[in-house]
């Protein structure tokens, strides 16, 4: 049985494990002040290509963002997000159990717009409302859709001019900016964005995500926030490592292709028998519709998350490439199909 769940089903890349090994019995200071977390932090500060930015080393997406939202926000502003949106579905109400509203808004492609924001501004007209102060978006998004450079734009100019922090879940950052229809780099995130994280867990590192706060506004005490909500490791050096080694070279961006290389095999095996698919997704995660009979012959063998049901004969699924899937097993996948398909 081979898992298509996920993108961190395997444990970490063997270059991050020995590193981790080698430095074992070392002592070094805790909490992120150890010479590899600092060295890691400039190292990043490098790639992104700004010196003025702070970065914070967490364990995870969940606790980099209920630490971040509940830091940039006051007692009575809220964050909006897409109906899809990680912090809304998938967190167990981690924002709201920080006091802090999210506002959900529907969209089709996962993506928010300033069409989408205004019309959240316009609801909330008085002190009797929350107040929407945080846009928070995912990139890519929970179904597998990427942002443009100019898309990003359109977001971050639209939330300075209404005063408005924008905030980039990076959790699959590194697929986003490996697709093949991306046009952006770092270097744009830090200058359009107020903060993001680049996500490690899901690609590569046994564990970790690095925030970039951008807006030097929001950087003041932000450890004594990590602190409170408990996200500041002793052993802080564990999260240094793996960012140093996966951003010495281009290992965190050669794993990210590798995850994405594999979801376009599944991508182009599938729409070869025939079948189309829920989201345009030029990402990691695809989202076929099958035939029920289909999906139940492939999860005999393979497993992956029933994502919607389409009629009441076909259902679509989710399929996530990870750094570490390899291409026969996905062509072993599509191979299996078609066979299923040739049989029926």
Not at 231 to 250: N, P, S, V, Y
Not at 311 to 329: F, G, H, M, Q, Y
Request: charged fraction near 25%; aromatic fraction near 10%; glycine fraction near 6%.
């Amino acid at each position: 049985m081979y898992s298509f769940k996920n993108d961190y089903s395997e444990g970490a890349h063997p270059r991050i494990l020995s590193a981790l090994m080698e430095s074992n019995l070392e002592q070094t200071e805790g909490y992120g002040e150890d010479p590899y977390t600092l060295k890691a932090v400039n190292l990043l500060k490098e790639r992104i290509g700004r010196s003025d930015i702070d970065i914070h080393l967490f364990m995870g997406g969940t606790q980099t963002n209920l630490t971040a939202i509940s830091a940039f926000l006051r007692p009575h502003e809220a964050a909006i997000a897409s109906n899809t949106g990680h912090i809304l579905v998938h967190e167990t109400g981690a924002i709201e159990a920080t006091g802090h509203k999210v506002i959900s808004i529907e969209v089709k492609d996962g993506k928010l717009t300033p069409v989408h924001i205004k019309s959240v501004l316009e609801g909330h007209t008085d002190e009797h409302m929350v107040k929407p102060r945080l846009v928070y978006i995912s990139n890519p998004t929970e179904i597998g859709s990427i942002y443009s450079k100019s898309e990003l734009e359109q977001l971050s100019n639209f939330c300075r001019e209404n005063k408005l922090f924008l905030y980039v879940d990076g959790a699959r950052l590194g697929s986003a900016l490996c697709s093949e229809e991306n046009d952006m780099d770092f270097s744009d995130l830090s200058t359009l964005v107020d903060a993001f994280y680049i996500g490690g867990t899901k690609n590569g590192a046994l564990m970790g995500e690095a925030l970039v706060i951008c807006r030097d506004s929001l950087k003041e005490d932000f450890r004594f926030h990590i602190k409170q909500k408990g996200a500041m490791l002793a052993k802080g050096r564990i999260l240094g490592i793996q960012f140093l080694e996966l951003f010495k070279d281009d290992l965190y961006f050669n794993l990210a292709r590798n995850a994405n290389n594999m979801a376009d095999i599944l991508k182009k095996g599938i729409s070869e028998v025939g079948y189309s698919f829920l989201t345009h997704s030029p990402s990691n995660q695809i989202f076929p519709i099958l035939p029920n009979w289909l999906i139940e012959k492939l999860q005999k063998k393979y497993s992956f998350y029933l994502w919607e049901k389409v009629d009441e004969d076909n259902s679509a699924i989710r399929l996530v490439t990870s750094w570490a899937t390899k291409e026969e097993i996905v062509k072993s996948f599509v191979e299996d199909m078609k066979e299923a398909v040739a049989s029926n």
